[in-house]
């Protein structure tokens, strides 16, 4: 994971709002990983302490009391300077990613890929911007589309790690295929030995491997995922 220089940018209040928001939603990727830099990665941090968002807000809020409306006005009060941005840059790839990011983060997936799309006609290789873009298309329920994209951005980085992991994680849950699933994760481990989550994802393929071994009505009491 990359950070983009954009994320300088954010100041104190606005990562306790995003922070906030994280709780409301929760955490966003899952079991999931990104594939580029998220201005939120500060805010998830702040997020495990509830209390320090509330200053932000000018009161105490309740995460679990806000609205799908009051959701997506804080998201929106927490891009608008981006938007403001875009308009001196319209086709600033990274800006359009970042806010693509904010997007994804608090699990406005259509509206992420929106921007990441725009952001990848400027700069189609960016191989991580592909991949959230994929993942999102992924949560909308489109496991196909979120296939292609993941391929498309191999074809250009055939080492990326984080790719390569999502990969893996749509054949399993998106489209049931084990044996695939199970090739993307090995692919990932012959190919990024030094993989940061590489006990994570050995573990993954194990867990894998005894699903295979199944019987169709068979039952286990072992997770499908991690």
């Not at 509830?50 to 009060?77: C, I």
């Amino acid at each position: 994971m990359t950070q983009s220089s954009q994320s300088s940018n954010w100041t104190s209040t606005q990562a306790y709002v995003l922070a906030l928001i994280c709780l409301v939603i929760g955490v966003a990727v899952g079991y999931f990983v990104r594939g580029s830099a998220s201005p939120a990665a500060a805010p998830e941090q702040v997020a495990s302490s509830p209390v320090s968002a509330a200053p932000a807000m000018g009161g105490n809020m309740d995460p679990s009391k806000v609205s799908p409306e009051q959701l997506r006005h804080m998201v929106e009060k927490q891009v608008e300077p981006m938007l403001q941005q875009l308009k001196a840059t319209p086709n600033d790839p990274a800006l359009l990613a970042q806010v693509g990011n904010v997007y994804y983060d608090t699990q406005l997936y259509q509206d992420a890929i929106g921007y990441y799309d725009r952001s990848l006609k400027v700069d189609p290789k960016n191989v991580g911007v592909r991949t959230d873009m994929g993942t999102a298309y992924f949560y909308l329920g489109d496991a196909d589309r979120a296939i292609t994209e993941f391929n498309t951005a191999l074809a250009q980085d055939p080492k990326h790690g984080q790719t390569l992991y999502n990969l893996g994680m749509v054949q399993w849950q998106g489209k049931g295929d084990v044996n695939a699933a199970v090739t993307a994760w090995e692919r990932l481990l012959k190919t990024v030995p030094d993989y940061p989550d590489r006990a994570k994802v050995e573990q993954l393929v194990t867990k894998a491997k005894e699903h295979s071994k199944m019987k169709p009505g068979e039952k286990t009491t072992k997770p499908a995922t991690m």
